[in-house]
């Protein structure tokens, strides 16, 4: 093995050590969130008038009666080998309940990145190009108020202005009741099974349902990039080469995205994989106002339940998705960028 | 904010000339800064609309025009008028007065949690960043996992093992803010550690503690300080999404949050119930946002 394949293999490694440790130490958060909740699990899972017997049965099943670092053992166990235990809100294994909401809040949130990406990025770039100049305030001000306002307030005005006063988008929910049911489930994702399956009216309906609150979720997450765009552009802005390429005689559009752009194609990635993950935290709150059945929708109503055990799961799972794409992001980093692998 | 307003009305002489004391630097400094932060007009702005939310806390029983939690339920769901301002919600309180004292728990969620993070966040960032070794491994691999999350997603745990109420809320606000603070203390205490002016103190026999908080620490101020003006606006959201979500502040507590859940349901007759709230918690937390956007420019400029 040469001493460069040898340093890969060993950085590869470490990397996958401190995902390792990271995950484990969710894991243990989970556990002792879990443990130190008001609740009584026995009594939850048998019933409050359940006799001692079959109360003292099922604590000694769940492992109850063992000291602390054995039922972590036993959490640990459950965790690895996919029991996440059952939902008190539906009865079913919380697991395949979360597989059931997912495709919908992945749709919402695609919908959603591609409208903040797709204004986002352009407009950072334009912010850069015209820095200092009215276009750069107008792009701040835009800005600074995506990061500023209550995202559950503008999807409830939202609602009030274009479906309740100016009848332009569908209301609450993914589709008009009319359609519910009426496209074969494949991917759960509404706009491509109605495309599946060919049903037209009800992709419209799905897409005059989904506008509204892609759009307001796409608001958040285009300020971020939107900023993030602006300054990675300036910086590449006051390089040499952009000079160089100006004194060669290229027009602006050509400097910029023929050979600035470039540069921080990279850098954009990067954010964009992290801003689809904090997609999760808004959906959280617009789905709840659009009554979305997803993800957002499930982790809420377990909370107000209280729940513990699903919503731990639904934790876990954030985290786990969260790692996931930052180490996505790092590898593409050091793929895409030379210079950041040594 | 008092220092620099005595310091403004210096005459241009002082500001360019030699400074002749260490304290005649500092004045000269918070000058220059005053000057720079004043010549921002967005984030004075941000500081007007501050002390507005400060005055309006602080006396609010004489700004509001009815007793806030006084229901009439003759007077439900009446639009803006003379009268009320801002209309009256489901149960005949008056909304603008609502908000007039719900500024109060605004200020309280802000305050408390910055009082508590920032300390927090600089010792530990500090300690873990100037020794090393095992220490610092530890304490970011913890602020890691908390660095993994969205911040709504895990207060929202701690707020399902602590259970709903305003007290909860800004407890699980702390736990999930302070763990940026701690990085942001330990990258610089990381550029400073090395410093000479470090190894003059230790080669005079300064303890490691005297050495931290006496030269450390005021150097990660700065850029802690302003990670804090601008986590204020992130914390308002974070309060008012849990009042939203029925987590927060419990009714009758004119919590803005809150207040825009409750219009919720009367929203489509009543537009004014969930409209006032909302733009209430979007105006302050655009004034923090330039607030610090405008210190960052004079605390930290080359992070901009």
């Not at chain 2, 149960?91 to 802000?110: A, E, K, N, P, Q």
């Not at chain 2, 004119?254 to 489509?268: F, I, K, N, Q, V």
Request: glycine share 10%; net charge neutral; proline share 4%.
């Amino acid at each position: 093995m040469s001493p460069l394949h040898r340093r890969r293999l060993m950085g590869f490694l470490q990397s996958a050590g401190s995902i390792a440790v990271t995950l484990l130490l969710l894991v243990t958060l989970t556990f002792f969130l879990g443990q130190v909740m008001p609740v009584d699990v026995v009594s939850r899972l048998v019933g409050a008038d359940a006799d001692f017997q079959t109360y003292e049965a099922t604590r000694l099943r769940l492992g109850l009666d063992e000291p602390i670092y054995v039922q972590f053992w036993l959490y640990l166990g459950r965790i690895v080998t996919g029991d996440f235990g059952t939902a008190l809100l539906t009865g079913h294994r919380v697991i395949d309940d979360i597989m059931r909401v997912f495709p919908a809040t992945v749709e919402l949130g695609t919908f959603a990145l591609l409208i903040g990406a797709g204004l986002g990025i352009p407009l950072g770039v334009l912010a850069a190009v015209r820095r200092d100049k009215l276009t750069d305030h107008i792009v701040r001000v835009v800005t600074l108020l995506g990061h500023s306002v209550p995202i559950f307030w503008l999807g409830m005005m939202g609602l009030l202005v274009f479906y309740s006063w100016l009848r332009l988008v569908g209301g609450s929910g993914r589709v008009a009741v009319f359609y519910e049911g009426m496209v074969p489930s494949v991917t759960g994702m509404l706009l491509i099974d109605s495309l599946l399956a060919g049903d037209w009216d009800v992709f419209w309906s799905a897409v005059r349902h989904i506008i509204l609150p892609a759009s307001i979720l796409g608001y958040a997450s285009m300020a971020s990039l939107c900023r993030m765009t602006r300054s990675f552009m300036i910086d590449q802005l006051s390089q040499e080469y952009v000079i160089s390429a100006r004194v060669k005689g290229l027009s602006t559009w050509q400097v910029v995205w023929g050979h600035a752009f470039p540069n921080i194609r990279v850098q954009l990635l990067t954010i964009v994989a992290l801003a689809y993950g904090s997609m999760l935290e808004g959906a959280l709150l617009i789905e709840t106002i659009f009554a979305w059945p997803g993800f957002g929708q499930y982790l809420t109503s377990n909370l107000l339940l209280g729940d513990m055990n699903a919503i731990m799961v639904c934790v876990l799972l954030v985290g786990v998705i969260f790692i996931t794409l930052n180490t996505i992001a790092d590898l593409l980093y050091s793929v895409f960028d030379p210079r950041t692998s040594k | 904010m008092s220092s620099q307003s005595t310091a403004a009305p210096a005459k241009e002489p002082f500001l360019t000339r030699e400074a002749r004391s260490t304290r005649e630097a500092m004045l000269q400094r918070l000058s220059i800064g005053a000057i720079t932060f004043l010549g921002n007009r967005l984030a004075v702005m941000g500081v007007l609309i501050i002390l507005l939310l400060v005055v309006m806390a602080a006396f609010a029983p004489w700004i509001a025009t009815h007793d806030p939690n006084l229901q009439n339920l003759r007077a439900a769901r009446l639009p803006p008028s003379g009268m009320n301002f801002f209309g009256t919600d489901e149960y005949g309180r008056d909304i603008y007065s609502r908000i007039i004292y719900g500024s109060r728990i605004t200020l309280y969620i802000v305050g408390l949690v910055t009082i508590t993070v920032g300390p927090i966040g600089l010792i530990v960032g500090a300690v873990s960043g100037y020794f090393g070794g095992f220490v610092d491994t530890v304490v970011m691999r913890i602020t890691d996992l908390f660095l993994a999350f969205p911040s709504l997603i895990l207060t929202l745990a701690f707020v399902a093992v602590l259970g709903p109420g305003l007290e909860q809320a800004v407890l699980a606000i702390a736990l999930t803010g302070w763990p940026a603070m701690a990085r942001l203390a330990r990258a610089e205490t990381l550029t400073i550690r090395s410093a000479d002016y470090i190894a003059a103190a230790k080669l005079q026999g300064s303890s490691s503690w005297q050495i931290i908080l006496g030269s450390v620490i005021p150097m990660c101020l700065p850029s802690v300080i302003v990670r804090l003006t601008l986590n204020m606006a992130g914390v308002i959201l974070t309060a008012a999404g849990l009042g939203f979500l029925g987590l927060g502040a419990q009714p009758p507590t004119p919590e803005w949050g809150a207040m825009t859940s409750t219009g919720r349901a009367y929203m489509l007759d009543n537009w004014w119930m969930v409209t006032f709230p909302g733009l209430a918690i979007m105006v302050v937390s655009l004034a923090f946002n330039l607030f610090g956007d405008g210190l960052r420019d004079v605390l930290d400029p080359k992070s901009n």
